[in-house]
T-cell receptor, first 115, second 111 residues
C-alpha cells in the first residue's frame, strides 16, 4: 500500500465552525506532514510529526491544531478560521531522515473553503 | 535560508523533449526532488537526486550538479497528459524534515 488517504475531499465551513481534517497512511512511515497550498503557489509546510511527536510548527496560527493519535493517523483540527485560510490542505508521509529513501508521498488533499 | 528558482511557465509540443531547470541556494542540502502536480491534485513524486549526475526513469530524467546548485528535469516524448506543474524541492540538510519547494513550472503540452 503506497497510498496516503485524506478525508474529506472538500470542506466548506463558516468562521465559527469546528472541523477536522484526517489523514492516514499504511506505509510504515514515521514522519507525517501538513502542508497548505494556495492556488498557483507551491505547498507550504505547516507541521511535521516524527514518531508521533510534533517536530516542526512553522509559526502556524493556533486556530490550526494538529494531532497524531498513532503512527498511521494525522489530524488537523480547525477552529475559528478566516476566509484567507481557504486553500488545499495536503498531508504527506515519509521515512524520517536517515531511515531510508525519504521522498514524501502526498495525499489527494482537502479543498477547504471558509465562508 | 532557501532560494529555489525555476521558470514560471513553459510550452512544448507533443512528442518533443523539454528541459525544466532549477537552481538553488541553500544553507544545507539533503537531496533534490522533482514532483509533478496536475491542477487541483496532490503532488506526485517523480525523482530524487542526492549525488551528481543523471537519473533516468522511463521518459523522465533528472540531473544534478551540487557544485553549481543546479538541476534539471528532462521529459521525452511529451504527451498531452504531461501538462502539469513541475515542482523542484530541496531538502535542506542532514537530519532535516523540511522539503522546500520552488514556485513550480507550469508546462503546457500542445498538439
Amino acid at each position: 500500500d503506497t497510498e496516503v488517504t485524506q478525508t474529506p475531499k472538500h470542506l466548506v465551513m463558516g468562521m465559527t465552525n469546528k472541523k477536522s481534517l484526517k489523514c492516514e497512511q499504511h506505509m510504515g512511515h514515521r514522519a507525517m506532514y501538513w502542508y497548505k497550498q494556495k492556488a498557483k503557489k507551491p505547498p507550504e509546510l505547516m507541521f511535521v510529526y516524527s514518531y508521533e511527536k510534533l517536530s516542526i510548527n512553522e509559526s502556524v496560527p493556533s486556530r490550526f491544531s494538529p494531532e497524531c493519535p498513532n503512527s498511521s493517523l494525522l489530524n488537523l483540527h480547525l477552529h475559528a478560521l478566516q476566509p484567507e485560510d481557504s486553500a488545499l490542505y495536503l498531508c504527506a508521509s515519509s521515512h524520517p531522515p536517515g531511515q531510508g529513501y525519504n521522498e514524501q508521498f502526498f495525499g489527494p488533499g482537502t479543498r477547504l473553503t471558509v465562508l | 535560508g532557501q532560494n529555489i528558482d525555476q521558470p514560471t511557465e513553459m510550452t512544448a509540443t507533443e512528442g518533443a523533449i523539454v528541459q525544466i531547470n532549477c537552481t538553488y541556494q541553500t544553507s544545507g542540502f539533503n537531496g533534490l526532488f522533482w514532483y509533478q502536480q496536475h491542477a487541483g491534485e496532490a503532488p506526485t513524486f517523480l525523482s530524487y537526486n542526492v549525488l551528481d549526475g543523471l537519473e533516468e526513469k522511463g521518459r523522465f530524467s533528472s540531473f544534478l550538479s551540487r557544485s553549481k546548485g543546479y538541476s534539471y528535469l528532462l521529459l521525452k516524448e511529451l504527451q498531452m497528459k504531461d501538462s502539469a506543474s513541475y515542482l523542484c524541492g530541496v531538502g535542506p540538510g542532514a537530519g532535516s524534515y523540511q522539503l522546500t519547494f520552488g514556485k513550480g513550472t507550469k508546462l503546457s503540452v500542445i498538439p
